[in-house]
Structure formats: structure tokens, C-alpha cells
């Protein structure tokens, strides 16, 4: 069998027939993962011997998976790419991990990433930023951009990444693959080193909108470890009604159609038409503006990562505060000031008052629209050391992404085609809580209408 | 010299015997092991490691509120208290802060009479301003140069108490913990042991001239963990201040720390040092939502607390208000009583308490026993005895011989003595004789001789 390419669906499906052995797989994605270290950096440990577990069932069996550095495994280096966890090797899995383990899936990696995932281009990395597969001069976004690289070079087969507000999906968008951010609490936090806890969430990165929904049938549902974690009912398997032919309601909010770089919005609005011909009604609706959800995204996120950061205080770990870099420090800072006595009702208690706003705003919207389709991303990826030169420039590029983030609805990043530069477009389709089924839904339709998703194959072209 | 009010409030910290650690698995119970070894991610503060709530340790927590007549709060959350000490695992501690599980309620104090300077007994009331729970932190030990850490006690759970600025002696701070502490006992929700510190408690004095008006200054003293030593602290405290305040001065606000040893307090840190906790609710923890139907369920089975008992015990007994007091200071030696009572024919119950009651408090006859052998013993004892007078009179005759000392105590003037030699000679009889017979014939055999 040609790996190269294949879906994760279609090598679990290569395995089963015994088509190819588990270790002529993992040989496969080691060696393509330690040949493209040098360009791309997409890692910052990579395992020579699998990480394993305890096997329950073998939906995964003999899939090599990469993970974001990030997710606690259990005796193998976790850094959240801070040089302050240099040589922590956590004596726990995280649930997330722990699940995959269970399925039989192996992991080969573990992923660069924004350091703290403190930034949307993986730039903060204190082991180097990741370089975007389809322009090495440019970013892959962040901070999941390590897992997201290395799905887009096809360096694993599939990735576990997390978002605390767009870290999956904007980075998706910039490397052309899918990003799936679902529901806060559909998916356990345990273990996951925490950024803003009440905005994590881990969530599938994959080269189809099938692969996305079999990894989220293994790693969404209740943990008793975590208290945030929700026992909603889930669907047994999201790949039937992921499968259904449904006629959707698709919402286009104004705002979020505004400010976009040119190409890229024509990629989307031709996306939309695609949607159109199948006969799926669209709908213009309003949202509150995406900018407030960045002002109650920031204030809620740094008041909680200075809270996060803490226990770094210099008796544990090896390393002192010192080690923090500087958006850490930054982030430490303005949490602090913000949570401060005669701050905190200015701040920290007026945005938890908007986040209320912003929530009732969705619920309204999703009385009447499906699905929400918007860009992913007000531009493609950026070059290398460009967020330098903006003091927000991770809240800005994930202002499309923030609103389901501050209220915890479900929403992915497709790519549906490049824009004029030849760097992939991302497509958001966000839906209502816990309803991964409906987003899931209206990807995997555009997915077998078009031959867009075929970005992702031209990307791994280009590292044969 | 001016005559000064003391104002103190409290603050008492008492750890759960839960099974189980506020929000993992660790057993609560860390006494006696190894340092570190009842530990988990989430106790170490591990990163990704999740709190997870014990339902068990906020149930307790409600019984707590009902016994202290708090109101019981439908709607409560936790927050997070930041500081850093190297034994707060995570840099912040969770604790609850502006929706705390229990309310406003209050506890009444029974001060039974004493002799001459309080002849009545009387009850005083003392508010209880909030009780909330929190989480325990590790411990830390300095050797030489070398301090260490043991998270053994990170988690464990934390009962916070806060009383009102009710109390104007440090009698009355002792008073109200150890009926505290009896009222803890009788709810079997604590260890309640005071050498372990699982009862910590924190006095805050101030003294003002006019009941009702309160001075610009507090003082605070941290981690006490003996009802005596809380006294002493404060007693100090009282006369440190009064000097100060003579002096036409105000005493600093701070925080003070205790000194077993000197049985002084000493300054650990001034106002200016001030903490600013950065208080916000714990992101980790959803909020709670009770009904008012399920607190009364959880809290309908607490037992009858000691007040109540110790009231009953004198109305329906006629008992001392001291012997009431006593017998009510645990739950067990209460219900031994009442158990031995029950033992006894009903229509001599009322005439025979006070004397079961002296008899427990005395320790004349073993707790030990069954409460229906207490009583035949008890019984046995009120029957008057048949004294064998030529055996008395012998033995009599050989007490006397063998304390010549106390005889001649006796014959100069020391007469309280024969009560001494009134036991040597039942003892001799083996209880087989009427102690007033007994002094009787003692008394005769002096004349005599």
C-alpha cells in the first residue's frame, strides 16, 4: 500500500486486512518525521520507540500518532515547548492520551508549539518556531502549528492538538488541513498542561473531515477526572450522522465577513456556492461583533494563565521563574493586573459579564441556522516574524475563531482551496453546543462534492 | 489605669476525616507515612492535573453550617487564593470566597455556675459570620540549612470558621472552642485531634474603650493549635496592647505568630505587607446548585447537639447544671448515661440520676462496664451495708497500729485525717461496711485511747 497520503480511515482500514504491519507503518512516519525535523522543526521530541499503553480495543491499532507538546505521557518529556519543563517527564497520562493508547494508537511525537501555547504561529516555541510546510519563510500558525505541520507534511498520519482560542483552527487553516475544536467538555482537559482553563480544549487535526470524526468517537466523553468534563449524551459513532444527506440552514454572519484579505474571501464565497448547488439554504445573520470577544477572550485568558503559571514557582521542575520567556512574563503580568484588588470589577468581572453575552448570542442564532460558515482566518499564513510587530497579534489572527471559544461551541477549519499566493484557505463552520454531529455533517458534504480538500494532498507533494 | 474591652473574632480551621482528599483519591488520613507517598498529580499540583470536588467533604461541611445555625446556601462555588510558599503546591490554594457553602448562624455557649464570682449559669450567644471549605496545604521542615517539603497533607479537607467579633475575654474564646469542638465530635465529621492540628485556630484582638466601637487596628494571630495556648495568646496579647494603648499609642496592625515556649506573640507581618490574593473563581470547579430539599436531607440526621442534650439532660433529669455540662462533653459519656439510666426501674429514674451522674464523673464505678452492671453496681452500693463490728473493731485496731503517724496528726488537732483513715479501714473490709459506721467507730476507738 502507498502510504503516502492515505487517510488515517483508510490505513485502520489497510491494518485490519493485514495489508501492512503496525511496524512497517511507524517506520513509514519515523523516518519521514526525523527527515523533515531540519525544515520544519514540527517537533520537539521524537520517539524512536512508540509510546504505548495498555490496549483495550483496536479501533487504532498500529496508528502512530503526534501530539502536542502539551498533553501529559506518562514517563516521556512534556514541555509545553517551555524550556522551564525542559526535562519534565510526567509520572501520569493525560485522559486524551490515555484513550488513544487504549485504541491501540501509538505516539511517534510530540509536537512544537507556542510556548504555554502562549501565540497563533508557534513562534514563542523556546525550542525554535515551526516552519509552515507549504512556505518554510512563513508560519504555520499556533499554537497547535507543530501537530498541524506535521499532518500537512504528512509527517503522522493524524494529530492531537488543543485550542484555547483558535490554536487548532487557525493553524489548520494555514497549513491546509482539518482542525476540529469541539464542544468545551466534550473533551477531558485532564492532563492537558492548562492555558485557559476554561477555554482548553483538545481536538482532532487530520487530512479528512472522516479521520476528524473517528479520532473525536475515541477522546470525547465524560472523565472523572475532570470536573468541567460533560456528560451530554454522544452519539455512539459521529461518522453516521456525519454521513447523513441532510439539507442544512447555513448562517453567514456579517461581522465575521469583514476585514478579510481579498483572495482569501473569494475562496470562501466560492466554497459557499458549492454549498448552494447542493441546495442548502443561506441565511444572513448578525452576531456581536467579533472584536469584543477578543477584549473578553484576552482579559479572561491572561487573568487565568497567571493563575496556571504559578506553580512554576522554582521549588519544582528544575528551573526557576527566570525561565519563563517573555510572552509568559507578559501574560503572567497583565493576569495579575487585571485580578487585582480594585481591577478585578473593571476587568476580570465585566468580561465573565460579556462571556454571558456572547453565549446568549449563539444560542439565539442557532434557533435558526444550522451550521455558521465564515472564513477561518482573516488572512493566509503570515511570514516569519511578522507577530512581532503586533502586541495582540495572536488575538488578532484568531479573531474569527474567538467567539466559539469564549462561549464553548463546536467549530472546524476546512481547507477549501489557495489563495492567489498558493497557501491554503481555511473554511470555519461552527455549530451549537455539544452538536459536533451537525459541523462534522456540513464539512464531510463539501468534502465529497469538491476536489478542494485536495490542498492537503498538493501540500504533501511537496515533501515526498 | 484605663479599663479596655477586648474585641476578638476567630477564625478556626478543622481538617475532615473524609476517606478521601478535597479533590483526588489520596486518603485524607496522612498521619505516620512516609513523607510523599500519599500523593497524586493532582495533590502535587502536577501540571494538567484536575481538582475534582469531594461531595462527602461538602456535605460534612452543611452539617457543620446546621449545627452552628448557618444558613445553608443553595448556590455556592470555589475560588482560587493565590500566594506562594513552597508548601502551596500550585501557587494558589482553592478555597471559596464571596459564596461560601454556609452563611450567618451563630452558637450558644453554656458557662455553668461556679461558685462564688458566677453563682448562676448563663448562655451566651456567638455569631458565626461564615464556614466555608478549602483545601489543606503540605507541610514544610527546616533542619540546619536543609528545609523539605511533604505534600502528605496537600488536599486534605479544610473546614473554615469565622466568628464574629463577639468575644471580650480569652475565658470566653476557650469556652466557645471547646464547645466547638464538642459539637465537631458529636457530628464524627474531624479527628478533632488537637496534637495532629487538625483544629487550627486563629484569634484576631483588639481592645477599644466603648462596647460597639471599633478601633482602626486588628491584630492577628496565626496557627494555634491548643485551646490554652489560644488563652495564653490572647492574655498576652491583652496586656501587650493595654501597654501600648497606656502609652497613648495604637498598637500596629499585623499578623502575629505564637510562641509556645516564651508563651509570647511576636510581629510576622505588617498591613504594609498586605496580601492581595487575586481571588477568582476556580475555572476547574462549576459552580454548585443545590435545592433546599437536598441540604435538609443531607443535614436531617445530624444528632442532638450538646447544648440541647445538656438542656434536656437538666429538665427531664433535674441534674446540676455542672454535672449536665460534663456528662454532655461527649457524645459517649452522654448516651452512657442515658443508657444506664434506661437500665434502672423508671419510677426511680429521676431520684437515681444524679447519682449515676456523679458516679460517671467521679469515676467511682468503671465506664467500662456494660450500662446494666454499672447500674446493678451503683445500685448495690446505695444498699446499706451490714457491718460485722468485732471484724471492724480488729481492723480498726490494726489501721490505727500500722498509722502512727496519721493517729498522732489526728491527736494534734489535724482531725481531717480520719477520712484517710476512714478508707484504709474499707478497704481492708473489702467494701463490706458502712463508711459512716466505719467513722463512728474510729472516732470512738480515739476517745477511747
Known amino acids: 500500500m502507498d502510504l503516502l497520503g492515505a487517510s488515517l480511515t483508510s490505513i485502520v482500514q489497510a491494518l485490519s486486512d493485514k495489508k501492512i504491519s503496525a511496524a512497517d507503518v511507524y517506520d513509514f512516519f519515523l523516518k519521514r518525521s526525523k527527515h523533515y525535523q531540519n525544515d520544519l522543526n514540527a517537533y520537539v521530541t521524537i520517539l524512536d520507540k512508540p509510546h504505548a499503553g495498555k490496549v483495550k480495543n483496536n479501533i487504532l491499532h498500529g496508528i502512530p500518532l503526534c501530539v502536542k507538546d502539551n498533553f501529559s505521557t506518562r514517563g516521556v518529556r512534556t514541555t509545553a515547548s517551555s524550556k522551564l519543563l525542559d526535562k519534565y517527564e510526567p509520572p501520569y497520562e493525560s485522559t486524551v492520551t490515555k484513550r488513544l493508547l487504549e485504541a491501540g494508537a501509538t505516539i511517534l511525537g510530540k509536537n512544537n508549539m507556542d510556548a504555554w501555547a502562549h501565540g497563533s504561529s508557534t513562534e514563542t516555541s523556546d525550542y525554535g518556531p515551526t516552519r509552515n510546510p507549504w512556505d518554510t519563510q512563513r508560519a504555520p500558525g499556533g499554537s497547535s502549528g507543530g501537530t498541524t505541520a506535521s499532518v500537512s507534511a504528512y509527517l503522522a498520519p493524524a494529530g492531537i492538538g488543543s485550542e484555547t482560542a483558535g490554536s487548532i483552527r487557525q493553524p489548520a487553516s494555514w497549513c491546509g488541513v482539518v482542525g476540529l475544536k469541539p464542544t468545551y467538555g466534550r473533551v477531558s482537559r485532564y492532563g492537558v498542561i492548562a492555558m485557559g482553563s476554561s477555554f482548553d480544549c483538545p481536538g482532532p487535526v487530520t487530512t479528512t473531515v472522516e479521520d476528524a470524526a473517528l479520532l473525536l468517537n475515541i477522546i470525547a466523553g465524560n472523565d472523572l477526572f475532570d470536573a468541567t468534563c460533560s456528560d451530554y449524551k454522544r452519539p455512539d459513532d459521529y461518522r453516521i450522522g456525519m454521513k447523513k444527506k441532510r439539507k442544512l440552514t447555513i448562517g453567514v454572519p456579517k461581522e465575521y465577513m469583514q476585514n478579510i484579505e481579498p483572495s482569501m474571501l473569494k475562496k470562501v464565497e466560492e466554497a459557499f456556492e458549492v454549498y448552494k448547488k447542493m441546495g442548502h439554504i443561506f441565511k444572513s445573520v448578525s452576531l456581536i461583533d467579533p472584536k469584543y470577544a477578543i477584549s473578553v477572550y484576552t482579559i479572561l485568558q491572561r487573568a487565568e494563565v497567571s493563575s496556571n503559571l504559578a506553580r512554576y514557582d522554582g521549588v519544582r521542575y528544575g528551573k526557576n521563574r527566570r525561565a519563563f520567556a517573555k510572552e509568559a512574563k507578559k501574560r503572567i503580568m497583565l493576569g495579575a493586573f487585571t485580578l487585582s484588588q480594585g481591577f478585578y470589577d473593571a476587568y476580570y468581572e465585566k468580561a465573565q459579564k460579556i462571556k454571558t453575552l456572547i453565549i446568549e448570542d449563539l444560542r439565539r442564532v442557532f434557533k435558526d441556522v444550522d451550521v455558521l460558515m465564515s472564513p477561518a482566518t482573516p488572512t493566509t499564513a503570515f511570514k516569519l516574524g511578522e507577530f512581532e510587530k503586533y502586541p495582540f497579534f495572536g488575538e488578532v489572527m484568531d479573531v474569527l475563531n474567538e467567539s466559539a471559544s469564549v462561549a464553548g461551541t463546536p467549530a472546524i477549519s476546512i481547507p477549501v482551496g489557495l489563495d492567489t499566493k498558493g497557501l491554503p484557505v481555511g473554511m470555519q463552520i461552527m455549530g451549537n453546543f455539544f452538536d459536533e454531529e451537525t459541523v462534522l455533517n456540513a464539512a464531510y458534504q463539501f468534502e465529497q462534492e469538491t476536489n478542494f480538500m485536495d490542498v492537503i494532498k498538493k501540500g504533501i507533494n511537496n515533501y515526498v | ?449
Not at chain 2, 440541647?308 to 454532655?328: K, M, N, P, V
Request: aromatic share 8%.
Open chain 2, 1 to 449: 489605669m484605663t479599663q479596655y474591652i477586648p474585641i476578638i473574632g476567630l477564625e478556626i480551621h478543622v481538617e475532615l476525616k473524609t476517606k478521601s482528599k478535597m479533590f483526588c483519591q489520596c486518603s485524607a488520613d496522612y498521619f505516620h507515612m512516609k513523607p510523599n507517598s500519599n500523593t497524586c498529580p493532582v495533590c502535587l499540583g502536577l501540571p494538567g492535573a484536575l481538582p475534582v470536588p469531594n461531595k462527602t467533604a461538602i456535605e460534612w461541611t452543611m452539617k457543620i453550617g446546621k449545627a452552628l445555625n448557618c444558613k445553608l446556601n443553595t448556590h455556592f462555588k470555589f475560588d482560587r487564593k493565590h500566594y506562594f510558599y513552597p508548601d502551596l503546591p500550585k501557587g494558589y490554594q482553592i478555597s471559596q470566597l464571596d459564596k461560601p457553602i454556609c452563611g450567618e448562624g451563630h452558637v450558644e455557649v453554656f458557662f455553668p455556675a461556679k461558685n462564688k464570682e458566677a453563682p448562676q449559669s448563663h448562655v451566651k450567644k456567638f455569631r458565626i459570620e461564615r464556614v466555608h471549605l478549602e483545601e489543606d496545604t503540605g507541610k514544610l521542615s527546616h533542619k540546619n540549612s536543609t528545609s523539605l517539603i511533604d505534600f502528605n497533607r496537600s488536599g486534605v479537607p479544610l473546614v473554615e470558621i469565622v466568628t464574629g467579633p463577639d468575644f471580650e475575654s480569652a475565658e470566653e474564646v476557650k469556652a466557645f472552642l471547646e464547645e466547638l469542638y464538642t459539637i465537631i465530635t458529636y457530628l464524627d465529621v474531624s479527628d478533632a485531634n488537637l496534637d495532629e492540628g487538625s483544629m487550627r485556630m486563629e484569634p484576631n484582638i483588639s481592645l477599644t474603650l466603648k462596647r460597639g466601637v471599633f478601633p482602626d487596628y486588628k491584630v492577628e494571630v496565626k496557627n494555634i493549635n491548643s485551646f490554652n495556648f489560644a488563652k495564653k495568646a490572647i492574655e498576652f496579647e491583652i496586656r501587650r496592647q493595654t501597654a501600648i494603648l497606656e502609652k497613648g499609642k495604637t498598637p500596629k496592625q499585623e499578623t502575629r505568630g505564637y510562641n509556645e515556649d516564651k508563651g509570647i506573640t511576636f510581629a510576622q507581618r505588617s498591613k504594609e505587607e498586605a496580601k492581595d490574593y487575586r481571588y477568582f473563581s476556580d475555572p476547574d470547579i462549576p459552580p454548585f446548585v443545590y435545592t433546599k430539599g437536598q441540604i435538609d436531607k443531607i443535614t436531617r440526621d445530624i444528632p442532638e447537639l450538646p447544648l440541647a442534650r445538656l438542656t434536656r439532660f437538666i429538665s427531664s433529669y433535674g441534674l446540676r447544671d455542672s454535672d449536665a455540662f460534663q456528662l454532655t462533653r461527649t457524645v459517649n459519656t452522654a448516651e452512657y448515661f442515658e443508657s444506664v439510666l434506661n437500665e434502672c426501674a423508671k419510677e426511680k429514674r429521676k431520684e437515681l440520676a444524679q447519682k449515676i451522674a456523679h458516679a460517671i464523673i467521679n469515676k467511682r464505678i468503671s465506664t467500662k462496664l456494660s450500662p446494666k452492671e454499672f447500674a446493678e453496681k451503683l445500685l448495690e452500693s446505695l444498699t446499706p451495708k451490714e457491718t460485722d463490728i468485732t471484724l471492724l473493731k480488729d481492723t480498726i485496731d490494726r489501721v490505727l497500729a500500722r498509722n502512727a503517724k496519721a493517729v498522732s496528726d489526728y491527736k494534734k488537732g489535724k482531725t481531717s485525717v480520719i477520712m484517710f483513715l476512714v478508707g484504709q479501714a474499707m478497704r481492708e473490709m473489702k467494701g463490706k461496711a458502712d463508711a459512716s459506721m466505719v467513722r463512728i467507730e474510729l472516732e470512738k476507738s480515739f476517745k477511747n485511747n
